[in-house]
Structure formats: structure tokens, C-alpha cells
């Protein structure tokens, strides 16, 4: 009788297996069906999703991957409670299926657990996906065409689940997909701050009017206090105060300097727009940033120089420690610094300045119809072409009025080296294909202002003897800056290649961390936020 008994429910069981099986085959069939889609809300493109069920179902001949006859197992419990608490990072649950995940969670039918598990894949994809690179971090859809993505690697579905299966930490392993690096975690903490003061209403709009100085009166005194407060730049704002007193002063010193802004305590039209941003908009200026650094090596390196231009700064990093910072010059509206990540390999002293032929084409051409002599003056030296055989050409040979921009490009321009150098006396050179470097500059007044898009695109350095420093390792492997700056001062042209390349980040973060884990806001100087919020905040 018990030999019956266990014959029978080997039996049921090998039958509810089946069931399963064939429900899963019947699944995938949907959903290859469905992967075209329009609506779908995939931030992976369906088509890849498709391909990834079939390979990761095939591998697994068919058989459920996250779920068993009793339901799902642990890693499945693990994967949900990831993706519920993935707003965290600024991401959508709802794109990683959570609700149909969790209204099949206690289902048992073989039709249920099918779907479940092809849920659960789709979600673990799409969520890795998003983790590792962004939700729209590619060539195609980036609304941001200076992202350089050339260097991502391909997306591989099935290697990651398989890493991810077979890891000893399930859990570890989905927390190691996004940034570990501080400059994330401090906008991921600052994230539910936000959010919380969003959803209280934030806070009221400061009237125009003139600008208010320390030691003045003006009625709107209570609101810039309450104003301050609410954001936590002021512990407790009188009610009835008009005055503008020092207390008030040192809130909106601070409130300045952690926008952007001039620390003057002068509170004026840039002052009032800054105070007048809505809670609800920097909570998305936070979920863009986040979105930003997935886009981003997430290992920076153990050294590296990173470089933010909507806030016109540079950072030289070991470690979790910041060793160096300084103020940047970046590029224009018109000329953008882009976005990227390179190593720089070598400092060039008394540098060259090569011209690129956009600048000769458009801005000297027209110096040059004026005065003849324009070149001479800069201690600009012309060629007749961008050759290595070129010849050296006298400028005042040539009837200027008579060339065109196109026949302008194909000269070779060269300034020699000198306080007139517009590279100043410092060049850092990673080579790339935007033709982007650092440097020094003989134009120091741009560094006293706030707003410093003022260049080409190159990155204009306000201390680039102390960057050559921190790159050649200071002064224990013998480059002080006293040994630099003598290089310089015999004003020969000096090429000193890094030991080790380091890295360089080059990124645009309009809201970047501090030292201390607070949290500073930047002016869209370049309007790539509005693009990403269309695209993740349509309303």
C-alpha cells in the first residue's frame, strides 16, 4: 500500500512538472508574440528582450529559473524586494513588473508560475540593465548625443543571470550592480529628503524686487527666512523680522554657495530664482543625477581627476579622499565640453597650441581681413597645409580678402609657446576623438565668476601646477611644484609622461555631492536636463 502511495505521488509530482513545463513553453510563446509591442514599458528594447528569454530559457531547457511547483524560491524573494525599493536609485518599480509580480506571488497554478517566472526574468534583465548602464544609456536613444558610449560593453543576459544565480550573496550581487562610489550614495540619501519635502508641500515662491543687502529692511525678509528653513539652511526663522541681519546673511551665503552662485550674501535676481526652484524639481534634478552617474564607469579608479562642468570644478581623488580641487573653465552653449572617460597620459610644458580649423575658419579669417599682421602678433606661425611635409608661410604674403573659410581649414596654425600661449604654460593630454584636453590659460579673470562656460570645449585649469603635481605623485616621487614651475620658466617645450595613466571622468552633474555628504545644486548650462525629463517625467 505505501509502495502505491509513493508511486502515486511521484507520479502527480513528474505530472504537475510537466504542466509546468509546457505552461513555460506556452509563456514564452506570448511573449515572444508581445515583444513588439509598442506600448511596451521596457526601458531594454524588445527585441533584445525577446532574444534573452529564448537563450536564457533554452539554456535552462525550459525550466523554470526562479519558481518551483511550491512557488518562488529565495533569490525570487530577494529579486523582489530589490526591485520594490529600486525608486530608491529614482527607477520605476512598475517597469520591473512589480505588481503583476506580486498579484502572482501566491498563485500555484502551473499557468501562474510560468508567468511569474518569465516575469521575474524580465525584471531581473530590465532592472540589471538599468542598473549597470542606465535606462538610456545607448547610441540611439540617449538624449544626450556627447554621451560617449562607445566604451560600454554589450549587454550579455544571460552571463549576468548565470554570475547572478551562482553568487553566494544574491542579494550583494544586485546592490554591486549600481555605483558604489560616494559620489551616488550621497544623491541616493539625499533622494527620500527631497521627496519627503515634495510631498509636504515644499515650499512657498519668493516676490521679485530689488536686491536686498546685509543690514537692509525688506518685507520679504520672513518669507527668504521660512523660504530657508524648510530646505534646512536656517534652524528656526523669526516671524515678524524685516531686517536682513547676519544670522539670515551667513543661511543665504550658504544657500548661495551650494547653488551655484556667487557667496555674497547679496540676495538678488539669481538668488531669488534659485530659492523660487520647486522641491518636486530638484527631486527630478536628484533621479537625472542618479541616472547620470549609471551612465558612468561605476569603478572610477583608485586615483583618478574628475571633472563636473555644469559646476565648473575639478577634483583630484585618492581614495575616497579629496586631494585637490580647483576652478574649471568649460565650453561654451555652442561649444560643449562633452561627456567622457579617458586616461590622461602625459603633461606637456610650454605647449604648442595646434589651432583647430573651426577656430582659424571662424574667428581668425576675419582678424586676419582686418589686420594682416594679426598672426604675427599672437606669435601664431602659419603652414601651408596639416602635413608633415608643410612649409612655413609668410602671413603678410597672402591677400586675405581673398581666401575663403574652406581654403582657411586647410592652413596649419601654431602658437608658439609663451606667456601669450592661449594653452598658458600646462597641457594634460588623453587622447580622444573629440580633440578635448586641460590646460592652463593666460585669461585668468573667468575663474573669479560663477558661471564659467566661456572656452572652445577644451577644460581650462584655475591650478594646473598643483593638477601636474597630484598626477606625477607630489613630491615623494620628486615633482614638487618649485621643480615644475623651474621647468617652465626655461620656457622649452617639456613632455613628462605619467608613470601610470590616470583616469580622467568627465561628466555634467547639476547636482553633485560635498565633501561632508551634502548635496549642491548647478545651473543646466547646457539645457540637458529638460531632455531627460520628458523623457522619464511625462506627465
Not at 524586494?81 to 498563485?107: C, F, M, T
Not at 539670515?248 to 550658504?254: F, K, N, P, T
Request: net charge neutral; aromatic share 8%; with cysteine.
Amino acid at each position: 500500500m505505501l509502495c502505491a502511495l509513493l508511486f502515486s505521488s511521484q507520479a502527480a509530482l513528474a505530472t504537475t512538472a510537466e504542466k509546468l513545463h509546457l505552461a513555460l513553453d506556452d509563456r514564452l510563446k506570448q511573449c515572444c508574440a508581445k515583444s513588439s509591442d509598442p506600448h511596451s514599458n521596457n526601458n531594454v528594447p524588445d527585441n533584445t528582450l525577446q532574444h534573452w528569454l529564448g537563450v536564457i530559457y533554452d539554456k535552462a531547457q525550459v525550466q523554470p529559473v526562479w519558481v518551483s511547483m511550491d512557488g518562488a524560491g529565495e533569490k525570487a524573494t530577494i529579486l523582489l524586494a530589490v526591485l520594490k525599493n529600486s525608486e530608491k536609485d529614482g527607477l520605476i518599480p512598475e517597469q520591473y513588473h512589480v505588481s503583476r509580480i506580486s498579484s502572482l506571488w501566491n498563485g500555484r497554478s502551473p499557468a501562474e508560475l510560468a508567468e511569474l517566472d518569465t516575469l521575474l526574468t524580465l525584471a531581473f534583465i530590465t532592472y540589471a540593465h538599468d542598473a549597470q548602464y542606465g535606462r538610456t544609456h545607448s547610441q540611439e536613444n540617449t538624449p544626450d548625443p556627447l554621451i560617449k558610449s562607445e566604451g560600454v560593453p554589450a549587454f550579455n543576459a544571460l552571463a549576468l543571470i548565470k554570475t547572478a544565480l551562482s553568487a553566494p550573496d544574491f542579494n550583494q550581487f544586485l546592490v554591486n550592480l549600481l555605483p558604489p562610489h560616494k559620489y551616488y550614495r550621497n544623491l541616493r540619501a539625499a533622494l527620500p529628503r527631497y521627496q519627503n519635502l515634495a510631498a509636504a508641500g515644499g515650499w512657498l515662491p519668493v516676490a521679485s524686487g530689488k536686491s536686498i543687502r546685509p543690514g537692509e529692511e525688506d518685507s520679504r525678509i520672513p518669507a527668504i527666512g521660512k523660504r530657508l528653513e524648510i530646505e534646512g539652511f536656517l534652524q528656526l526663522a523669526p516671524t515678524d523680522a524685516l531686517v536682513y541681519d547676519k544670522m539670515l546673511v551667513q543661511a543665504v551665503i550658504q544657500f548661495q554657495l551650494r547653488h551655484g552662485l556667487t557667496g555674497d550674501g547679496v540676495i538678488g535676481k539669481s538668488t531669488i530664482a534659485a530659492m523660487n526652484i520647486p522641491a518636486q524639481k530638484k527631486v527630478r534634478q536628484i533621479i537625472i543625477n542618479l541616472e547620470r552617474w549609471r551612465w558612468e564607469a561605476h569603478d572610477l579608479g583608485k586615483k583618478y581627476v574628475l571633472v563636473d562642468i555644469a559646476g565648473f570644478t575639478l577634483e583630484g581623488i585618492e581614495g575616497d579622499t579629496v586631494i585637490l580641487e580647483m576652478p574649471v573653465v568649460v565650453g561654451t552653449q555652442n561649444h560643449e565640453t562633452p561627456v567622457f572617460s579617458h586616461l590622461i597620459q602625459y603633461i606637456e610644458l610650454n605647449p604648442y597650441w595646434n589651432i583647430p580649423p573651426q577656430i582659424a575658419r571662424d574667428e581668425m579669417l576675419a582678424d586676419l581681413k582686418k589686420n594682416p599682421h594679426y598672426l604675427n602678433t599672437k606669435h601664431i606661425r602659419l603652414f601651408s597645409d596639416r602635413t608633415s611635409e608643410a612649409k612655413e608661410v609668410n602671413p603678410l604674403s597672402i591677400n586675405w580678402n581673398q581666401v575663403s573659410p574652406n581654403k582657411m581649414g586647410q592652413f596649419a596654425l601654431r602658437q608658439d609657446p609663451g606667456k601669450w600661449n592661449a594653452l598658458g604654460a600646462i597641457k594634460f593630454v588623453f587622447p580622444n576623438s573629440f580633440n578635448v584636453y586641460m590646460h592652463d590659460t593666460p585669461t585668468q579673470t573667468y575663474f573669479q565668476r560663477s558661471n564659467r562656460a566661456f572656452s572652445h570645449g577644451c577644460i581650462r585649469l584655475g591650478k594646473p601646477v598643483k593638477l601636474a603635481e597630484f598626477l606625477l605623485g607630489g613630491i615623494e616621487k620628486g615633482w614638487s611644484s618649485e621643480k615644475l614651475k623651474e621647468l617652465i620658466d626655461t620656457g622649452k617645450r617639456t613632455i613628462i609622461h605619467l608613470p601610470t595613466p590616470l583616469p580622467v571622468h568627465i561628466t555634467y552633474q547639476t547636482v553633485t555631492s560635498n565633501q561632508d555628504g551634502t548635496i549642491s545644486f548647478h545651473t543646466d548650462i547646457y539645457d540637458r536636463d529638460q531632455k531627460l525629463e520628458e523623457i522619464f517625467f511625462k506627465e
